[in-house]
Structure formats: structure tokens, C-alpha cells
Nanobody, 115 residues
Framework: QVQLVESGGGLVQPGGSLRLSCAAS????????MGWYRQAPGKQRELVST???????NYADAVKGRFTISRDNAKNTVSLQMNSLKPDDTAVYYC?????????WGQGTQVTVSS
């Protein structure tokens, strides 16, 4: 089992920045992909960004150039730096980890972008 705990959400004004962090614990050996997804009210959960163990990253078109994902394999953490935030970025953000055939999720952290 892998446990994921997110932190760093909150309320920010449009154009502002937030940094989300996710700490993995438990049976963490062999985690291949870590990433972030988000779910806005009334919408399906969608990919934000992923990073594989070798460092290759992937971003949704909506966040390219504004968000940056990073991973610290030694500390078993993945972070998401979010800049130039827009109201459309408002959602619950979920940390995700893939190990073998299993997908693990954190409990989510709320990000609200509003003036």
C-alpha cells in the first residue's frame, strides 16, 4: 500500500501562485509515475501533470507554461508549482501514484482562485 498526503492548497487571487506538495509513504519502492489531477465542481477529474521516475514530465495544455511539476525521489515527494493562476484552475487537486498495476490517490486539497 502507498499513502499519499497533499498539502498547500488554499485561496489565491487571479494571477497569484501556490505550491502543492504530496508526500508518499508506505510501500513506496517501485513507484513509477507520480502526478496531479484535479476535479472542478460538476466536472470529471482531469490530468494536470505527471512525472516519471526518470524525470520526464507531461502537462495538460491548459496549464503548460504556468505550472511546473517536480519530484524528489529521496524524500518521496512530488510538488506542483502553480503560477499565473486563473479562476478556471479552481478545483480539488489530487496527488496520484502508479506502482505496478495499482493506482493510488491522495485525499485531495482545495485550490480556489478568486478575487
Amino acid at each position: 500500500q502507498v499513502q499519499l498526503v497533499e498539502s498547500g492548497g488554499g485561496l489565491v487571487q487571479p494571477g497569484g501562485s501556490l505550491r502543492l506538495s504530496c508526500a508518499a509513504s508506505g510501500s513506496i519502492s517501485g513507484i513509477y509515475v507520480m502526478g496531479w489531477y484535479r476535479q472542478a465542481p460538476g466536472k470529471q477529474r482531469e490530468l494536470v501533470s505527471t512525472i516519471i521516475s526518470g524525470g520526464t514530465t507531461n502537462y495538460a495544455d491548459a496549464v503548460k507554461g504556468r505550472f511546473t511539476i517536480s519530484r524528489d525521489n529521496a524524500k518521496n515527494t512530488v510538488s506542483l508549482q502553480m503560477n499565473s493562476l486563473k479562476p478556471d484552475d479552481t478545483a480539488v487537486y489530487y496527488c496520484n501514484a502508479v506502482k505496478a498495476n495499482y493506482i493510488y490517490w491522495g485525499q485531495g486539497t482545495q485550490v480556489t482562485v478568486s478575487s
